[in-house]
């Protein structure tokens, strides 16, 4: 008994090196090998509404998607962009890409040259790139008003009257569907408030993990789509959207959510255990110490 | 203080005010102030907002150099930084590009070999079937960062083609074109350095819960089981522990819980292990291999946690965040918080 105390003990005073380098592990084995640990991806309800509400989307429709996103959460939200970007495109969507943060235009601008040469779709008639303008949820209520008065040329310094594809599309009204990739502040939420809610158009969201419990209120009121929450979400998109490929007899590369299932897992894991380490450590300590000693 | 104080307050009270009202006078010329004329000023000023904190931020970072307060090396870094960033986007364009128009007779082959060795493309064909498909001029798929290596390549073509131009994309555009120095450096050095500053938190995360994630109150110990149940339910792991594992949690989770009001630990050890074994006997008898009920589920436990308590929790943080925003517009509107003026 008293060497199981012991060994706990050691557990719970572990140095943080130690701890950062297990952490570490846990996280590059699984991205290294990810055939090591196959984890089953099974849809929450939550995505599989955001994948029924784009299915629906007929052919020639407009979707508005918007890159509120930069480098520091490009992980957990890029690869739903790329899913839903092959969505739209596998079903012959347009697509029109806005940006809120500044490094949107760089999400925006990657993601597009990711996926669009894959199913041959042309700039300026199959997808069209907007990019960033200052002014957080007055962008927002500008587009939801009109885009021309904000917008005169494209991100690639193109007049928006010379973009075919953007011949009939003044206002927010004119989408038939508007999906926010989002990790804070401008993001879904303004998208909610001052266009989709007012406005009345569809929409969802993709966002960090952080970000749900912000944003779930409005997913249970109905004014957002469903939610793909965080890289978990992003996976589970994936997968649905793959199987649709499948079923359309479309070539699937794998994204890359889907492969880093195992490490977030493994690493989910390790802290929890860490965190039972730590308290049945404090548990045998406290008494034994009369007070915290850890 | 007519100027400082005054007028500016008028500003707001009067916009305030056109603003609100805009959302329910049904007048045209109103609607299109709130709609559209406002939102113009908001971006021209927020345009300003820009400029104003990036001096702002310059002119700190200088002052902290200058007086050498503690860290003003990083200052440097930082200053250097933002010169690059100011000179790669507004005086070095770097995105040069090649077009080629009237291809020598039987040089077809060998000009799109010599492409396709500078794109790095094994397959010369496709470049060759896209030469003799453009009608007017054909555009090298390759941005140069610098003239010098744009007229490098050109030389390498000169024998074969007629004409050879070299051009720059747009001002603006440039900051967004693949391979344009602005967008190497976003993408060799802020997407790695936010990357980097971003995974670090999972290292931090790990030793500040295994440090400081402890069952001292109830409080505390509600937040722990809620953190360890999210933690595995959000992950595909966790639709793979089995119920004997949840119900194990689960009784840990109990005695976590009443551990702060029993002193004694025999009795707490005596409460969690008989817990442990009479679920398990439970379980096996009532067929929970093949069934295991919904509460032993920790995806199932999670999803209720972010239905019901999360929700309620954000509904809560919400409403209040709204009528604080109510109170404080209506303050700023008649006048009564002058915070904005500088007024504590």
Known sequence: MEAIKRLFILLGSLDRRIIFLIVGLSVLIPLLKPEWVRLPIRPRPESQIVFDEINKLNEGDKVLLSFEYGPSTKPEIHPMSIAILKHLYSKNIQVYGFALWPDGNFMSTEAFSEVSDDYEKKYGVDYVNMGFKPGAEAVVKGIAADIRALY????????????????????????????SLSAGFPGSTEWVQYACDPKNIPFSTGCTSIQVTDILPYVENGQIKGILAGMPGAAEYESLVDAELRKMDIAVKPGKASSMMAAQSIAHVVIVLFIIFGNITYFITRKKNGKDKI | MLLKRHVPMLIVIGVGLLTLFGHFINNESIQAFVDKDALQWFDIIASFAIFLGALNMLKLQLMKIIKKQKNWQYS???????????????????ANFITLSDIKDGKLTIVSEIIAEELNESNSFAIQTALEMSQNKFEIDKIFMTVESAKRFMKKLSPFVETIDLQSKPWGAHVQTKGSLFYWMFINIITPLGATMFALLAFFVASASYRAFRIRNFEATLLLVAGIILMLGRVPIGGLIPWWAVSILIMFGIGAIAAPFIIERTILFGIVGGGIIIIIITGTFMGWNQNPPDLLSVPIIQDWIFAYPTMAGSRALMIGIALGIVATSFRIIIGLDKSFLGDK
């Open chain 2, 76 to 94: 440097i870094l930082a200053v250097i930084g933002f010169a690059f960033a100011i000179f790669s986007g507004f005086f070095y364009r770097g």
């Open chain 1, 152 to 179: 005169t040329v494209d991100l690639k310094g193109t007049f928006i009257n010379d973009i075919p594809m953007m011949k009939d599309v003044f206002n927010i009204e004119d989408f038939d569907f508007v999906f």
